[in-house]
């Protein structure tokens, strides 16, 4: 099974730590988008006739921000063009200052069946900092409106000043509101960014205090059933994200949209950032890619490893001999051996121990040399 991506790249405000292709002075030309992105999905679906897809995920940007309108056609065409399974999951992120009933009731006749949060933080004043749109009101309403549904939040460790009961009541929050699956991720502030000026001399909780911040989430999350199954990843049995699943698995995907990357038949390939040279490129019947790359030999081993061991279960060895024929015991004996603290090891299976998951950037990295 593959995946797919739409990337929405309309939002009403920039987050200050935002370095993704979104675009709030841009949304006049959502039309245009929209029918350029719907002409992209067409264009490729001879190439993929043979694949079949069990996710499809709408990201951003903030995709709520919207007419719903454009995410109900984007959905339509999808179905027109491509082998969406009928228990496929179809995953939509939503701003709660951006949500009403009329946009969720034509989500849902669409086919969307999980929907995906930004909270970030239950402190209001934390919000504004960010130039968040919501208050943590606003993200009850919204998920009073999406009371019922499979429910996915996402919050932000390492924030200005944030403590540990800081965390707690994020987590709380989203509790209240329904979660079902909670996405932990560190923020780093990017260069070019708002956050990266202003925290550029060391604000910010240190790693170290961030890594604390963590371990406070991950103990606290498992009280309330939340499994880590994945290192920024909790989710209650049954909920976990199979569209995130497939990236971590080395899955094929196809992406839409501007900077909507793809992984297909070993090639990996990316669009372009900026709207107007994607929608001239469409427009002109070429393709919007600005990179392109066939994966081969050790690079596919080391993608595989390294996306394998951010998960908690880590890989089977079976499994790697059977997409590469090779014996990774053999192989890389060497590397087990002087990563052995850090590693769990059974005749069957490898992944990083629990409590050195956080780190395992610096693991991993191990595995290239």
């Known amino acids: 099974m593959s995946g797919i991506y739409i990337h929405v790249p309309f939002c009403k405000a920039k987050c200050s730590y935002c370095d993704f292709a979104s675009y709030p002075k841009e949304i006049g030309k959502a039309e245009l988008y929209f029918a350029c992105l719907y002409k992209e999905i067409k264009g490729r679906a001879k190439s993929l006739e043979n694949k079949v897809f069990d996710t499809v995920y709408f990201g951003g940007g903030t995709p709520s921000f919207v007419e719903p309108k454009y995410i109900y056609g984007a959905m339509k065409q999808l179905k027109n063009y491509y082998k969406i399974t009928d228990d496929a999951e179809i995953t939509i992120e939503i701003n709660p200052g951006t949500l009403d009933e009329n946009k969720l009731k034509i989500y849902k006749s669409a086919g969307f069946n999980r929907f995906s949060v930004g909270m970030q933080s239950a402190n209001d004043e934390v919000l504004r900092d960010l130039n968040r749109i919501h208050t943590s009101k606003q993200f009850l309403e919204a998920c009073d409106l999406l009371k019922g549904q499979n429910l996915s939040v996402d919050i932000m460790l390492g924030l200005p000043d944030q403590t540990e009961e800081e965390v707690k009541k994020s987590i709380d929050l989203a509790i209240k509101g329904g979660a079902k699956h909670i996405s932990a991720y560190a923020l780093k502030p990017e260069e070019g960014t708002p956050m990266f000026g202003r925290y550029l001399n060391g604000e910010l909780p240190s790693a170290d205090e961030v890594a604390d911040l963590y371990d406070f989430a991950r103990e606290y999350l498992a009280k309330f059933g939340f499994y880590r199954y994945e290192v920024s990843n909790f989710a209650k049995e049954g909920y976990y994200s199979r569209h995130n699943l497939n990236y971590w698995k080395r899955g094929e995907y196809i992406g839409f949209g501007v900077s909507a990357s793809s992984f297909i038949d070993e090639r990996r390939f990316t669009n372009t950032e900026k709207i107007d040279e994607y929608t001239a490129c469409i427009l002109r019947d070429k393709v919007a890619e600005i990179y392109s790359e066939v994966i081969e030999g050790d690079e596919r ?69």
């Not at 394998?308 to 990774?328: N, Q, W």
């Not at 087990?336 to 059974?346: A, G, H, N, R, V």
């Open 301 to 369: 081993e080391f993608e595989f490893i390294m996306l394998a061991l951010r998960t908690e279960k880590g890989f089977s060895f079976k499994d790697f001999y059977e997409k590469f024929g090779v014996d990774f015991k053999k192989k890389y004996a060497d590397k087990i051996k002087s990563l052995s603290p850090f590693l769990e090891l059974t005749d069957e299976r490898i992944s990083i121990k629990p409590d050195k998951l956080y780190v395992q950037n610096e693991i991993i990295i191990k595995f290239m040399d």
